[in-house]
């Protein structure tokens, strides 16, 4: 089930301000462990559902 947050609703509810949640969607700040596992709880996913990264081709 995804909730349907504004970045607004989703700041308030982890204790950031709206543009780190934007810094984050563009993956522009890396949020400490702390920030992460509220993400996790907040919107019920995994930390590898929120913050996996993709392989690029160029590391294989």
Same mark, same amino acid.
């Not at 709206?18 to 993400?39: C, D, F, M, S, V």
């Given at each position: 089930?995804?909730?349907?947050?504004?970045?607004?609703?989703?700041? &308030? @509810?982890?204790?950031? /301000?709206?543009?780190?949640?934007?810094? #984050?969607? *563009? &993956? @522009?700040?890396?949020? /400490?462990?702390?920030?992460?596992?509220? #993400?996790? *709880?907040?919107?019920?996913?995994?930390?590898?559902?929120?913050?996996?990264?993709?392989?690029?081709?160029?590391?294989?």
């Amino acid at each position: 089930m995804d909730k349907q947050l504004t970045q607004e609703e989703l700041a &308030e @509810k982890v204790g950031v /301000t709206r543009q780190t949640i934007g810094l #984050l969607e *563009k &993956e @522009k700040y890396n949020p /400490t462990i702390a920030l992460g596992l509220k #993400l996790c *709880k907040v919107l019920n996913k995994s930390l590898d559902q929120l913050f996996w990264l993709e392989e690029d081709e160029n590391e294989k």
